[in-house]
């Protein structure tokens, strides 16, 4: 089985300041760890993943996450937040074991991002 | 970039109807997924096909179908709705690579399903 948390419901932050956005997560193999930003009325759109490699991984618009296994966390960052990125955010892992085709992704629950001007 | 698409946008149907959702991935994914969202909920998965064939199967109701076709296009039908299936119901797309490497999903805009 697998599972995502995400702890925070709701996360403010001032514009220009940092933005961490927290998941942790539980695979029975090795997890596959996306983040997805969703705004209002509107479809999921994917931000960055984690498959292998170095735990510091970049993707759009200024975010990058860290995977640190030993914490099993995968921890949503931005150094300077805007107003625009105020949305939802959702983590979600995908087993590793199994058939590479088909396998779902397994979401949090969401933090909804904030930012003040 | 060509993205996924899905129609009807909005539905409205009356319960114990049925409803259909189309879905049109992202050209040359092999791959179609279909995730239900409740109302301030996160999406949960439903069902996927890879080439056709079903490959996982999550809480998908007996009262839903799908299938995915040899254009590769996805159908998600729905009986004898009630009233707790209205939803934002999302289709995803993603393509199996020859590495091996795994791909994200990629989500269309969803269908706003109303049961009334």
């Known amino acids: 089985a697998q599972s995502v948390a995400q702890p925070e419901d709701q996360v403010n932050v001032a514009e220009g300041n940092p933005l961490t956005v927290k998941c942790t997560y539980s695979?029975?193999?090795?997890?596959?760890l996306f983040w997805y930003v969703q705004y209002p009325n509107r479809g999921l759109q994917f931000l960055l993943k984690y498959i292998t490699g170095d735990n510091l991984v970049k993707g759009s618009y200024g975010f990058e996450a860290e995977f640190n296994k030993s914490q099993t966390s995968f921890h949503l960052k931005k150094p300077s937040a805007l107003v625009s990125d105020s949305a939802l955010y959702f983590c979600?892992?995908?087993?590793?074991?199994?058939?590479?085709?088909?396998?779902?992704?397994?979401f949090g629950g969401g933090t909804r991002v904030l930012v003040k001007p | 970039a060509a993205g996924v698409i899905q129609s009807p946008r909005h539905l409205i149907k009356e319960k114990r109807e049925t409803a259909t959702l189309k879905c049109y991935p992202i050209?040359?994914?092999?791959?179609v997924y279909w995730y239900q969202q409740g109302p301030g909920q996160d999406p949960q998965f439903l069902i996927s096909f890879y080439e056709k064939m079903q490959s996982d199967k999550g809480s998908i109701p007996d009262r839903f179908s799908a299938q995915q076709f040899s254009d590769y296009h996805s159908e998600l039908n729905m009986s004898s709705l009630e009233l707790g299936d209205s939803a934002l119901y999302f289709c995803?797309?993603?393509?199996?690579?020859?590495?091996?490497?795994?791909?994200?999903?990629?989500f269309g805009p969803g269908t706003r399903l109303t049961v009334l």
């Open positions: 695979v029975s193999g090795n997890p596959y």
């Open positions: 995803a797309s993603s393509l199996v690579e020859a590495s091996g490497s795994i791909s994200e999903q990629f």
């Open positions: 050209p040359r994914h092999d791959t």
């Open positions: 979600a892992v995908r087993d590793g074991w199994g058939e590479a085709a088909g396998n779902k992704l397994t």
